[in-house]
């Protein structure tokens, strides 16, 4: 099976700006979760998806939102870039379906740098 | 709240030496899950080991095993024969079991491992 795929791999945005990130999960995961990794603040949990329904959502300000299709891929986008916004931005894919945790399974990142 | 500790920022081993590396952890959940994920430079995070809360027998995956003390709250994880591949770092995460969301993983700040030829 194909991995999880994450684009673009890179970005580059300015202050203000808004940017939307694009996650693929592993055929058949019904669940993809966002995370962002930074260098001060670790990895930290932004929101899951299933079944295009939020499920869980981190303590991040309105800015950063998502949303998850049909076919399970899912978009982060977040508005009103600031520098903090610099980041690595993870994206995790699971069945979603067992009722219990389950092995998240991650696609490479999106390294974004806000200007 | 779950929280995650890994008090080793940095570590180094031997090319064929053992290496451990230390997480607890704290949850007030009955069931959850503990993973050790290797963040590589090339940023890809791999699953290492993962162990079940309400299993007694520590998770081995070849050269990986886990040290899990659930009473102390600790989940170390053991490293042999250690391998050039194997420099990288190394989160801990706690997930919750059963109920809720599954998709939340909590990380610690990660221990970074290096290994000596």
């Known amino acids: 099976k194909a991995g999880v795929t994450q684009t673009p791999r890179y970005l580059i945005k300015t202050r203000g700006q808004q940017v939307t990130l694009s996650c693929s999960p592993i055929s058949g995961h019904r669940s993809v979760s966002w995370y962002q990794q930074t260098p001060g603040q670790g990895l930290q949990f932004l929101f899951e998806y299933f079944s295009e329904t939020q499920r869980n959502k981190g303590n991040f300000p309105g800015r950063f939102s998502g949303r998850q299709f049909s076919n399970s891929r899912s978009e982060m986008n977040v508005s009103t870039l600031e520098l903090g916004d610099s980041a690595l931005y993870l994206c995790?894919?699971?069945?979603?379906?067992?009722?219990?945790?389950?092995?998240?399974?991650f696609g490479p990142g999106t390294r974004l740098l806000v200007l | 709240a779950q929280t995650v500790t890994q008090s080793q920022p940095e570590m180094s081993v031997q090319e064929a030496e053992t290496v451990t590396l230390s997480c607890t952890y704290d949850t007030s959940e009955s069931d959850y899950y503990l993973f050790w994920y290797k963040q590589p430079p090339s940023r890809q995070m791999i699953l290492v080991i993962r162990?079940?809360?309400?299993?007694?027998q520590n998770a081995t995956e070849n050269r990986f095993s886990v040290n899990f003390q659930k009473a102390a709250k600790s989940f170390s994880l053991k490293i042999s024969d250690s391998q050039l591949g194997d420099a990288a770092m190394y989160f801990c995460?706690?997930?919750?079991?059963?109920?809720?969301?599954?998709?939340?993983?909590?990380f610690g700040k990660g221990t970074k491992l290096s290994v000596k030829p």
């Open positions: 995460a706690c997930g919750r079991g059963a109920g809720g969301s599954q998709g939340n993983l909590i």
């Open positions: 162990q079940e809360a309400y299993k007694q």
């Open positions: 995790a894919s699971s069945s979603g379906t067992s009722g219990r945790v389950e092995t998240q399974y």
